[in-house]
């Protein structure tokens, strides 16, 4: 999650279909640092309004400057990668969006959510 309304539209998807299967969900965010890292989690995990007491959310904060290249090195310590579709069409796309960068480049299982509504 980057903290966007379209991000945490992807993280409730993924969220749901890892409730739903008995999986534990990892929620994570890229930040610059631990810091920045933790103050998007916790906007993003408060906003969500996670009211399964019986499941635990694990909070991954990966710390690296490009998005796109720490979610696919990450992608190997994930059995499935939910990700919004954010810039995936449109002149976003040929600014190289991250989404597009990370459904390229993640060779695992991975969710695309459609957040174009959102």
Do not use: C, W
Request: net charge negative.
């Amino acid at each position: 999650t980057d903290g966007s309304t379209t991000s945490r539209f992807a993280v409730r998807r993924g969220l749901d279909l890892a409730i739903g299967l008995g999986a534990t969900p990892h929620v994570v965010t890229v930040a610059k640092d631990q810091s920045e890292g933790e103050r998007l989690m916790g906007a993003s995990l408060g906003e969500l309004g996670i009211d399964e007491p019986e499941v635990e959310v694990e909070r991954d904060i990966l710390i690296g400057v490009i998005t796109s290249k720490a979610l696919i090195d990450a992608a190997v310590n994930y059995d499935l990668l939910a990700i919004g579709n954010r810039s995936m069409n449109g002149p976003s796309r040929l600014l190289g969006s991250i989404a597009n960068k990370v459904t390229h480049g993640v060779e695992g299982n991975l969710l695309l959510v459609n957040t174009s509504n959102e």
